[in-house]
């Protein structure tokens, strides 16, 4: 493809995958327009609406004690490295 040389197979892989391709997608199609004709629109924004609330409550509601905990942990880390480090540069 970068060297343009004619060397290559007349009917290449994926030449041969267009048909098979081709009769996926139309299916898809149809199977999506079918799911979106039978759809009660109205109905999916409520439930879209009070999901999406949920989720993002849920894992703040979960991770927020255990972040304090660690970001209280790695807070004395810093300060404590912090003090060896000066500690040290007055030793030497």
């Known amino acids: 493809m970068l060297t343009q040389a004619k060397n290559a197979p007349i009917r ?3 030449q041969a995958q267009a048909l098979p391709a081709a009769i996926a997608a139309i299916v898809l199609a149809v199977m999506i ?3 979106a004709s ?9 439930r ?7 989720a ?3 894992p703040l509601q979960l991770v927020h004690p255990p972040v304090r905990v660690v970001s209280v942990l790695l807070l004395m880390a ?15």
């Open 12 to 14: 290449l892989v994926f």
């Open 38 to 46: 039978a759809t009660d629109w109205g109905a999916v924004a409520k």
């Open 48 to 54: 879209i609406a009070t999901g999406t609330r949920r």
């Open 33 to 35: 327009a079918l799911t």
């Open 78 to 92: 810093v300060i404590g490295g912090i003090f060896l480090a000066k500690r040290e540069g007055r030793d030497a």
């Open 56 to 58: 993002g409550t849920a």
